[in-house]
């Protein structure tokens, strides 16, 4: 195999010298090669794709070629592929074929290597030929699907993911659309009236991201020791062709008179030239999708040439993985009067000595070794109030987690958290939860009920007739105006809330502090209606017992939902 | 759900008390140890909630002899405006009406909406808030701050009492947002508490 390879690059070379286009002899070596595999395909045509740069793939794509032809050139054993009988007049892919055709295309590889120096694949702009431009702007080629594959997989297992399945995505710049268009419009003209068109060439040929997908994906599973399937990691290919983009830009504005979607002012575009970033060329690249969509042949023919023309690099490769968010739930107590809930700065300061959501978080993220996480709670309190009782139902979401998060690691979790020197906060009922996790917390979050132990002082001694008259209430309706503290970022309305009930408990040893224990709707505020805010709240505890009445301290001590309440 | 109250008495009738119910009597005593304060920590008279989470400003004789004000602003910004205790409207507690019909519009018909406040009228230092009727002698008070009005307190238009039994409380007269910036220059012409008692013979 190798001194067939030298022999054959030699004479190559000799053929390659000096011209960038591709020899008449050469293209017909490639021809034959082609045609003594897959012997259904038309030898002129094949010559002739190939001698306007269309590569080995796409050509056996538009001829409806499928299966494993994609992932030959791979050096395990073929019994892994599946054998795959084909719909509608392309060849019968069937295993012997596909060895023989294996072999002869590894030759006929050989060939094409030596044409991609200087020109890439006329439709898939090097992505079938594994021809790319990689993170560091350095050109890659690699020699077989296997290869790409092996580099795919070395960038997964690089980054450490603790998996058992895979999906893959990939994703072309759309100027790929527009070139198979035009060669197929190409063809039908030259070819049209040919006995063998109607049959093999108006087959539903496969697109160049299934193709690339079919090549590699036999390998990866076997590289990666995993199955492909499921959507919990995600390893995801994004090719990107900045120079066509920028290209199509300016197509559709002068074509089509509409309305770019902004990414940048116009001027700012065309000076961006080269700077056109892989973000912008992505936005683009959908709009023109729909435009190409809406565009009838006749003026297509008018903007596209026919077949398209060369392009000499290839496209611009981002490699991206990881894993699906996983979703923690649980619930949690605050013991300190001074920690937040959330992450609280202000004018580089941090209010209070720590946030709730950051000491579970912090905690979490490195047993699973995620990248980062988000904190969501149902419902929230102030910093001075503790949280007792069941707890606050909350959810972690750990973003590209590299180890699975098992039970064992939920228990860690646990541990960890309940067993921090400073105690501030706690965590009950912690476990893995789907995507309903969400649903669950949102779920009559507004209609709860929450109880609370409130710690009160009032201006006079507290009678036994009081105690009498804040029992009696059921139910009781007070109106509450945007409590002044929050009033610069709530707007000012009147508030209807419900009080359900109430129950006094006296403190020994003092007249005129006690204890008040109470059941309200969702949202009331209690420390306003203990003090009244200025009589905005009313009634009040103060307006009920004819004095002034001041709180001390506020504990929650029941939110009443349903959700992570076990383990 | 008002037995739930109660169900710190153990169980009348049996006295096999199952697995959970100890659970939950385990969980009230926890909850009870971090509830209930120890009576030393109490202050005798605890610092109110105007004391806890607003700094107290005075304007006295306000455009005219006698006519102090208050500005309470909140750590927030907000600043509620009202009548001093010397304000000379609130001497022998005779207030009798309040009329929020001054200037070029009642300031009690404003509507401001959302986050943003929409619809609140800017006001100077000296624009009229409202009318405040003593014995038919009225006096007129005023915004002390320049910013935005956003909400005044018509209770006073039902209960103009409230003034005379709690003029610094529910007998505020109106909110108001400043900027930052106007917020400086006009505290500078204001007294602090410590000042504003020293001024008026008060202890």
């Known amino acids: ?567 | 759900m008002d037995d739930s109250v109660n169900n710190n008495d153990t169980p009348s009738a049996s006295f096999c008390v199952n697995s959970s119910q100890m659970e939950r009597s385990k969980e009230e005593l926890e909850l009870r140890e971090l509830v209930v304060p120890d009576v030393r920590d109490l202050p005798d008279t605890p610092p109110s909630a105007v004391e806890s989470n607003f700094v107290c400003y005075f304007a006295p004789d306000f455009m005219k002899p006698g006519h102090d004000q208050y500005v309470y602003r909140h750590a927030n910004g907000l600043c509620v405006i009202g009548l001093a205790s010397a304000h000379v409207a609130l001497k022998e507690k005779g207030v009798t009406a309040v009329d929020f019909n001054v200037g070029k519009s009642n300031r009690s018909e404003i509507k401001v909406t959302g986050k943003r406040k929409r619809n609140a009228q800017h006001f100077e230092a000296n624009t009229a808030l409202c009318k405040v009727c003593t014995n038919d002698v009225p006096y007129i008070v005023r915004c002390c701050v320049k910013g935005s009005l956003l909400e005044v307190n018509n209770r006073l238009i039902e209960q103009p009492g409230l003034l005379n039994s709690s003029a610094d409380r529910e007998g505020y007269i109106a909110i108001i947002m400043p900027r930052p910036t106007d917020w400086l220059k006009d505290k500078n012409s204001l007294l602090s508490l410590e000042d504003y008692k020293k001024l008026r013979d008060i202890c």
């Open chain 1, 1 to 567: 195999m190798s001194t067939e390879v030298s022999q054959v690059n030699g004479d190559a070379e000799a053929h390659f010298a000096a011209a960038s286009e591709v020899t008449e002899e050469v293209t017909n070596k490639d021809a034959q090669v082609i045609t003594e595999a897959i012997p259904s395909l038309p030898s002129h045509v094949v010559k002739d794709l190939l001698s306007i740069g269309i590569c080995v793939r796409c050509i056996l794509r538009l001829f409806g070629v499928r299966g494993c032809t994609y992932s030959c050139f791979s050096p395990l054993p073929l019994d892994l592929h599946l054998s795959i009988k084909e719909s509608k007049g392309s060849h019968d892919c069937t295993v012997g074929n596909c060895s023989k055709a294996s072999e002869n295309l590894n030759s006929a590889h050989v060939f094409e290597e030596s044409e991609v120096k200087s020109v890439c694949c006329s439709i898939c702009l090097g992505v079938l030929q594994f021809a790319y431009c990689n993170e560091k702007e350095m050109l890659v080629r690699k020699d077989s699907a296997t290869e790409f594959a092996v580099s795919i997989a070395e960038l997964v297992k690089q980054e450490g993911h603790q998996i058992d399945s895979f999906s893959l995505e990939v994703s072309v710049p759309p100027i790929i659309l527009a070139n198979e268009r035009a060669i197929c419009l190409y063809m039908k003209t030259k070819y049209g009236s040919e006995p063998w068109f109607r049959e093999m060439f108006l087959a539903e040929h496969i697109s160049v991201k299934d193709a690339l997908k079919l090549s590699i994906i036999d390998s990866l599973e076997a590289l990666l020791a995993i199955k492909y399937g499921g959507s919990s990691f995600r390893i995801r290919l994004t090719y990107t062709h900045a120079k066509t983009s920028l290209k199509l830009q300016n197509f559709l504005e002068k074509d089509q008179g509409c309305k770019r979607r902004k990414t940048g002012s116009e001027d700012s575009l065309d000076a961006l030239g080269s700077d056109f970033s892989e973000q912008s060329a992505h936005e683009v690249d959908a709009v023109f999708r729909r435009s190409l969509d809406g565009l009838p042949d006749h003026l297509f023919c008018q903007h596209f040439k026919l077949p398209p023309e060369r392009v000499n690099q290839p496209c611009h490769l981002a490699f991206l993985c990881n894993r699906a968010s996983v979703y923690i739930g649980g619930r949690y107590l605050k013991y300190s009067r001074n920690v937040s809930q959330s992450r609280w700065i202000i004018d580089d300061e941090r209010m209070g000595q720590a946030s709730v959501e950051e000491i579970i978080g912090s905690n979490m993220l490195p047993i699973l070794r995620g990248d980062n996480y988000k904190f969501h709670a149902a419902g929230r309190e102030d910093i001075d109030v503790r949280m007792l009782g069941s707890g606050r139902p909350f959810l972690v979401e750990v973003q590209n987690a590299r180890d699975f998060p098992s039970s064992v690691a939920v228990k860690q979790m646990e541990q960890k958290i309940n067993n921090l020197e400073d105690r501030l906060v706690a965590v009950k009922n912690l476990k893995v939860v789907g995507n309903q996790g969400w649903a669950l917390m949102r779920e009559g979050e507004a209609e709860k009920q929450k109880q609370y132990a409130a710690l009160v002082w009032i201006s006079h001694p507290l009678e036994e007739e009081d105690v009498k008259t804040i029992s009696s209430f059921k139910d009781m309706c007070i109106l509450q105006r945007t409590p002044i503290r929050v009033l610069h970022r709530r707007s000012p309305l009147e508030r209807e809330k419900i009080i359900h009930w109430m129950k006094v408990e006296r403190i020994t040893g003092s007249s005129q502090y006690f204890l008040l224990y109470l059941c309200t709707q969702a949202g009331t505020y209690i420390k306003e209606f203990v003090h009244g805010d200025f009589g905005r709240t009313h009634p009040s505890i103060g307006s009920i017992l004819g004095c002034r009445a001041e709180i001390l301290q506020l504990d929650v001590t029941d939110v009443k939902m349903d959700c992570f309440l076990t383990e």
